[in-house]
């Protein structure tokens, strides 16, 4: 990475240990230091300082005029853009902002301190919305468009991913309110942010209580995404048990799933494809560990029933996230899903490289969420696990950041 790349990051709910060091490596400046501060109480002040600092020395500089930005990722067989701005928050019948993933109440009290501290938006939320309904002027998708093909963006900078990220300005007052008017009656669903949106509100509801009014607390920052321009790619969140051996939980799950032991010297790749290919016919789950690869599949129907939570719907009840949760964590392992005994890994690789060497250690690949079935609970008003979807390709951090204090 070079420049402005050495800057940036991805989210930081997906940066892990070595990455995070090799990311404060690139540059004293990188981003990862404002939204990963370390440990402690001390750290949401730290960072608020920290930023006041750049923001002194011209690290980073505030846009004075209001304006929107046209964010492109471009991939070697993929594009994707999208407008960074600011959404009103409230409740989905309010604000049109549909959550579809439970989240955890640690984490989402350390991204409100850390908002709460900086007087920020350090990166955006990732939102997604179904562009196909005509209205009565142009679209955003259509705006953006003519955009990216007429103007020069403000950088254009490769990362080491092989993405390359451009950035355009919106300033023009009638281009952006013919994009406000386009999104304004559509219903967006969080791709990624979760824990950040849920960290917007309560933030907006202690200002609410501490009788502070109305205020730039009842906006939060998001990239939007037309999703039938620039379709999602889902991607699968994985699982590590740290104290369970792979012996123990495969003799468990027998009781619930057909087990299958692939042969050994089964390399990864083509334990995905297994896996993938089980996936076909139903619920289906690799388990890996010290001694190989085993696969499960063709959950008990009468154990999965009795499993799930009686108001859920069919369709809630019939992801693998559910099923993993429900009956093959709580049931037949005795897990309850916490930060502390169920590690997330976004990488099936690095899941199977945390419990190599260590006897006391399963980790548990799953495969991708459909759209199709994220989008139907959502809108029937349910949540699906904890971590149970990796929307992709997630915006760069560091690119547009959003304060609202007297910086």
């Known amino acids: 990475m070079s420049g402005i790349a050495n800057v940036t990051s991805p989210p930081y709910d997906v940066i892990s240990g070595g990455s995070l060091q090799h990311l404060r490596a690139a540059d004293p400046h990188n981003v990862v230091r404002l939204i990963l501060p370390g440990e402690g109480p001390d750290a949401p002040r730290a960072a ?24 492109e990722q471009d991939g070697q067989s993929w594009r994707q853009r999208g407008i960074i701005g600011l959404v009103r928050l409230g409740t989905p019948e309010s604000a049109g902002i549909l959550p579809h993933e439970n989240v955890m109440p640690g ?10 501290a900086t007087e920020s938006n350090l990166e955006p939320i990732f939102l997604v919305y179904d562009g196909n309904r005509p209205g009565a002027g142009p679209t ?19 990362t080491e991913d092989g993405v390359t990220h451009r950035l355009w300005r919106l300033d023009d007052p009638a281009e952006c309110a013919a994009i406000a008017a386009d999104l304004a009656g559509r219903r967006a669903l969080i791709a990624d942010g ?8 309560q933030l907006q509801s202690q200002m609410a209580v501490a009788g502070r009014g109305p205020g730039p607390w009842d906006y939060g920052l998001a990239f939007l995404v ?18 369970l051996a792979p012996e123990r939980a495969a003799e468990l799950a027998s009781a619930a799933f057909a087990v299958t032991s692939l042969p050994p010297g089964t390399d990864l790749p083509a334990a995905l494809t297994r896996l993938a290919e089980a996936g076909r016919d139903g619920t289906a789950f690799l388990l890996a560990g010290h001694d190989g ?19 859920s719907s069919p369709a809630w009840q019939g992801l693998d996230a559910s099923v993993l949760q429900q009956l ?6 005795g897990i309850k899903d916490n930060e502390h005994d169920v590690l997330i890994y976004h ?35 349910e949540r699906v696990p904890r971590k149970s979807t990796s929307f992709g390709p997630k915006p760069r951090t560091g690119l547009v950041l959003r304060t609202f204090g007297p910086h």
């Open 48 to 71: 608020a300082c920290l930023l006041a600092g750049w923001l002194s020395d011209g690290v980073l500089i505030r846009d004075r005029e209001p304006a929107l930005y046209l964010y």
């Open 107 to 116: 984490p989402v009290a350390g991204r409100r301190e850390l908002m709460a």
């Open 140 to 158: 955003a998708t259509e705006i953006i468009d003519r955009a990216a093909a007429e103007r020069t963006p403000l950088f254009s900078i490769g």
């Open 194 to 201: 979760h824990h950040r949106y849920a960290a917007y509100l």
């Open 226 to 243: 037309d999703s039938a321009a620039s379709p999602p790619r889902l991607g699968a969140i994985h699982r590590v048990l740290p104290g």
């Open 293 to 311: 690869y085993r696969l499960l599949s063709r959950p008990d129907p009468v154990q999965l029933a009795a499993a799930m939570p009686p108001d």
């Open 328 to 333: 093959l964590l709580a049931q037949v392992w």
């Open 347 to 381: 990488d099936a690789a690095e899941a199977v490289e945390a419990v190599t060497g260590q006897p006391a250690g399963t980790a548990v690949i799953i495969n991708p969420v459909p759209f199709d079935a994220v989008r139907q609970i959502a809108e029937h008003g």
